[in-house]
Each structure stands twice: as C-alpha cells, then as structure tokens.
C-alpha cells in the first residue's frame, strides 16, 4: 500500500512550526540555518508522521498504541547496562546541594507587610521559646498550612529570595521574615545535605528508562524507515 505524500501547504506549516527550534538549535551548535535543509527536516517529520498515522488507521488503533506496539519489539534494558552508564560517567549521576525545609506564609492579601512580618516576627520567638509548636503555629497562622512542609529541594526550584534563605541557613534554624512575590514567610530548615555522589540504587530505575525509551525510538525509526520507500 502506497502512502500520500504531505501536500505543500503541509510541509509550509510544519517548516514554520520548527524555524524557532530548527534556528536554536543551529546556532547553539555553531551552524548557519538554512533554509532547504529545514524544509528538509520539515518533509521527513512528516512523511513519518503519516506513516505512522496511516499504518494506525488500517489496524485501527491509535498512533500511541502502534507506537507502543512496534517498541514492544525492543530489547528490554538490564540492570548490568544501567550500571555500565553508571560507572562509565559518575559526573553525571552528583547529586547537588539540597536542603530540607518548611515554612509557614501569609498571603500579600491576608495582609498588610508590617502586619505581616511583626506576626511572623513574633511567631518565631514562641517557637525558639518553646511556647507553641509548630503544628500549631501552621493551622493558626499559615495561609497555606497544608503545604508546610516543603522536603529536600535544590537551588533553582524555588524563588530567589526563598532559597537564598534556607541555604544560608544552619540546621534547625529559623530564618529571618523572608518576602518574596507569594507573601511573607518563616522558614524552618531541618537539614542539609552537600554535594554528594547518587548510588547506584537512587538512579537505576532512571538509567534504565532512559535507556529503554532510546532503545524503543530506534525500533520506531527502524519501523518508519523500512516504509519510507513507499510513498506514492
């Protein structure tokens, strides 16, 4: 069975659809972007994808589940080859510096900021002081106490100022009244953890997906490829 080839309009879009990353991705690489070679990659994007489409048609069922069916034929992934990418490149399997943290918010419109930091400022001291716990302290003052506790988080995962705070500072700490676009916030830190070494253990199951969706793409394309002569 012939395929039909993509229409002009269609390869059109599809070129105007991938200019922005086609361009990036040029560039990022120290190469001119031309313009007959994205047409290029615009045609082929397309040509697989009807591909794809039209062989899912005739089995009725959807691209996704022809997609899974055909990778069903890659090898599956072992631990022994997880644990080659491991001991092949430990540099990619650090763990960064990450600290473990709660803290206790009041929404900008809950409340004025002098209000607000005087209220936090004095709920810290009660619980330096022993005088209210920290449960407490979160169901009667948190605008959000059902997120208070926030557990290990790395730099860049939280607003600037927020993680400026708790990692500067110690162990079982409050910080200061800490402002960010949120509100105000106390924050508890509960630990730190330094840059370290992930085991084996912490990143297999991750090696070993990574790996397999690599392993599933090339029968995909092994697939693709074997039809591409058959367009009319």
Known sequence: MKYAPPTAAAIEAEVERLKPRYETFMRANGETPCAEQLRA??????????????????????????????????????????RSVYKAK?????????????HIVIH????LAPEAMTTLLNLRSALRAGTVTWEEAVRQTSSCPDNSDLGFFRRGEMVESFENA???AEEDTFTDVVE????????????????????????????????????DREVIEAYVDARKGDFA
């Open 41 to 82: 990659w615009a045609e082929e994007n397309l040509r697989e994808q009807i591909i794809l489409e039209t062989d899912a048609a005739r089995k009725k069922m959807s691209v996704e589940a022809l997609m899974k069916a055909i990778a069903a034929d890659a090898p599956r992934v072992t631990v022994a080859e997880a």
């Open 90 to 102: 430990p540099e990619q399997f650090r763990l960064p510096e990450r600290v473990h943290a709660r």
């Open 108 to 111: 900008r419109n809950q409340a």
């Open 166 to 168: 708790a990692f500067a």
């Open 180 to 215: 960010t676009p949120l509100g105000w916030h106390l924050i508890h830190v509960i630990a730190h953890l330094p840059e370290e070494q992930a085991l084996f253990e912490e990143v297999c199951a991750g090696i070993m997906n990574e790996l397999q969706t690599a392993k």
